[in-house]
C-alpha cells in the first residue's frame, strides 16, 4: 500500500499547478503498480450491489427466455442471424442494425454528456464483474487490500499456495460460466448444451470458442483487472470528449475540503483546515488507483467506492457527508445547477430524429423479402398463341420462424405467371430461395416497348406485397 501512496505522487509546473506525468497504476518506471483496495461499505456500495445482483440474473438469464421456441436475443455473428426481442433479422435488414447502433452511439454521448460515466459504475459487466463478483470472492479467500498485498510480499508457503489455488480455480470456474454465456448468446443455449453434453469430437470448433473465451475472461479479472478499462474501453478513452463542466459524475469537493490537513488530537474542529483531513481512505479504496481529490480524471469508473469511504470518515468525525459526491464541476465550484447546453439540445434532436427514423422501418419491415430482377437471356420471346412472353428470376427470404408457400399474381394486366421447373414455392423458416418464372402476356395489352406490371407477392394466399419490375416486347 505503502508503494502505491508514493507513486501517486504529483509534479508541480513553474506556476505552482500539479499534474500527474502518468497514470495511477504505473510507477515511475513504466512497471504496473497492482492495486489492493480496501474493502468498502455504505449506501451507495449498497444499492449497487442490488443493482448488480439485477442485471447479472438478467445477463445470465436472458439466453434461456424463448419465444415460440426460439431464443429471445441470438447475435449469431457467425451465420449472420440475429434473433432481438423474438423477431429474427438478417443481413438484409443491416440499415435496421446501422440505424440502431447509430441511435444507442448517440444515447450513449448524449447520456455521458449529462451523467457522466455512471454507466460504468453502475451497468457495465466489467465493472460488475471485477467489483461485484471476482473482488469480493479475492476479499473472501485472501482479506482486505493490505491483506492482499502482504500475502502476495509473502514468501510461497502452503497457507499462501492453499489460498491462491482456490481462488484461481474459482476464478478460472466463474470464467467459464461467463464465457458460456457469451456463446449462448451467440448460438443459442441448445446448441450450447450440445457442445457441453456430446463428446468433444462432435464439436471441435464450439469447444474451442468455449476454452477461448473462458481463457480471456479469466485473464481479464485474474490479472489484466482495471487496466480493460483504462487502455481498452474506447468509451472510457472518449470521456475527455464527452464530458464538460456541466457533467454529473463523482467530484471532490474542494471548497469544502481544501486545504486539507489531519486533525490534530483534541481538536475536531480542523481549525483553518477544510473538512478533508487527508486520512486518504478515499484513494485506498480506489480499484483503479486514483485520488479523486485531484479532480476527474481518465481512470475514474465512477464506482463510487470513494463516496463511501468519505462518508465513513465523514460520519466519524462528525462533519457532513457528501465531501466526495454526485455532482458537476459548475456545481462544485460555482454552485451552478444542472444547465442544459446546446451541446445536449442538439444531441436530443439527433437522437429523437434517429428514434423516429429507426422506428418507422422497423414498422415497415415485411417478414418476406422479395427481389424480382428479369433473367439474362433473350428479352422476349413471341409465343404461338400471340402473347410475349419475359422470364424473371426471384430471391424470395422468408424472415420468420415458419415455414410458407409463396405465389406470384400479376396485378392490372391480363396475363398468367408459371414457375419453371417447380408447381409450387415453399420456404421453409429462415430460408432464401431463388426462383426463375415466366410472365405472357396479351399482345393486345402491351402498347410500349418497356412497360412497367405490378406483381403481388401472396404468402399461404394472403397478398404481403407489390413488387415492380419491367416487361420488355417488341416495336408495335
Ligand atoms: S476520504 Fe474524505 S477526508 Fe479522507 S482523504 Fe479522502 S476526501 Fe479527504
Ligand atoms: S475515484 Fe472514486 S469513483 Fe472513481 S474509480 Fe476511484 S473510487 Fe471509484
Known amino acids: ?202 464439436h471441435v470448433n464450439g469447444f474451442t470458442a468455449m476454452t477461448i473465451f473462458s481463457l480471456i475472461f479469466y485473464g481479464i479479472f485474474s490479472r489484466f483487472r482495471e487496466q480493460a478499462c483504462i487502455y481498452v474501453c474506447p468509451y472510457g478513452r472518449l470521456q475527455s470528449v464527452l464530458l464538460d463542466k456541466n457533467s454529473i459524475g463523482v467530484m471532490y469537493d474542494f471548497q469544502r475540503g481544501e486545504p486539507r490537513g489531519k486533525l490534530k488530537k483534541g481538536n475536531t474542529d480542523g481549525e483553518n483546515l477544510g473538512d478533508c483531513i487527508d486520512c486518504k481512505l478515499c484513494v485506498q479504496v480506489c480499484p483503479t488507483g486514483i485520488d479523486i481529490r485531484n479532480g476527474t480524471q481518465m481512470e475514474c469508473v465512477n464506482c463510487t467506492a470513494c463516496m463511501d469511504a468519505c462518508d465513513s470518515v465523514m460520519e466519524k468525525i462528525k462533519r457532513p457527508k457528501n465531501l466526495i459526491r454526485y455532482g458537476s464541476y459548475n456545481l462544485i465550484s460555482q454552485k451552478l445547477p444542472f444547465k442544459i447546453t446546446p451541446r445536449i439540445v442538439l444531441y436530443s434532436a439527433v437522437l429523437t430524429v434517429l428514434i423516429t427514423v429507426t422506428s418507422v422501418f422497423l414498422f415497415k419491415r415485411k417478414d418476406i423479402q422479395t427481389t424480382i430482377l428479369r433473367a439474362k437471356g433473350p428479352i422476349f420471346q413471341l409465343m404461338e398463341n400471340g402473347d410475349i412472353r419475359n422470364v424473371y428470376t426471384a430471391k424470395v427470404l422468408n424472415k420468420t420462424f415458419d415455414a410458407m408457400q409463396i405465389e406470384f399474381k400479376l396485378e392490372g394486366v391480363e396475363g398468367n405467371i408459371a414457375l419453371i421447373g417447380t408447381h409450387e414455392l415453399r420456404l421453409h423458416p429462415d430460408e432464401l430461395v431463388e426462383s426463375t418464372f415466366l410472365v405472357d402476356i396479351p399482345r393486345k395489352s402491351i402498347r410500349t416497348m418497356n412497360t412497367r406490371i405490378k406483381i403481388g407477392v401472396y404468402k399461404d394466399g394472403m397478398k404481403v406485397s407489390t413488387e415492380e419490375t419491367s416487361f420488355v416486347s417488341p416495336m408495335q
Open 1 to 202: 500500500m505503502a508503494e502505491i501512496k508514493e507513486e501517486l505522487a504529483q509534479i508541480k509546473n513553474a506556476d505552482g499547478e500539479t499534474y500527474r506525468d502518468r497514470i495511477g497504476i504505473i510507477d515511475k518506471k513504466g512497471a504496473r503498480i497492482w492495486i489492493y483496495p480496501k474493502l468498502v461499505a455504505g449506501a451507495f456500495h449498497h444499492w449497487r450491489v442490488i443493482v448488480s445482483i439485477i442485471l447479472l440474473v438478467v445477463l445470465f438469464g436472458v439466453p434461456f427466455i424463448k419465444v415460440d421456441g426460439h431464443p429471445f436475443i441470438m447475435l449469431n455473428i457467425l451465420e449472420r442471424k440475429f434473433i432481438l426481442f423474438g423477431l429474427a433479422f438478417w443481413p438484409q435488414d443491416f440499415y435496421l442494425f446501422a440505424l440502431t447502433f447509430l441511435s444507442i452511439v448517440i444515447f450513449i454521448v448524449l447520456f455521458t454528456a449529462v451523467f457522466g460515466r455512471i454507466w460504468c459504475g453502475w451497468a457495465c459487466p466489467q465493472t460488475i464483474f471485477m467489483e461485484m463478483v471476482f473482488r469480493k470472492i479475492e476479499f473472501w479467500i485472501e482479506g482486505d487490500g493490505p491483506k492482499q498485498y502482504a500475502l502476495d510480499q509473502a514468501p510461497w508457503n502452503a497457507d499462501k499456495i492453499l489460498k491462491k489455488t482456490f481462488k484461481h480455480i474459482i476464478f478460472f470456474a466463474i470464467s467459464w460460466v461467463i464465457g458460456n454465456t457469451l456463446l449462448a448468446y451467440i448460438i443459442g443455449v441448445d446448441e450450447l448444451f450440445k457442445i457441453i453434453n456430446d463428446p468433444i469430437g462432435m
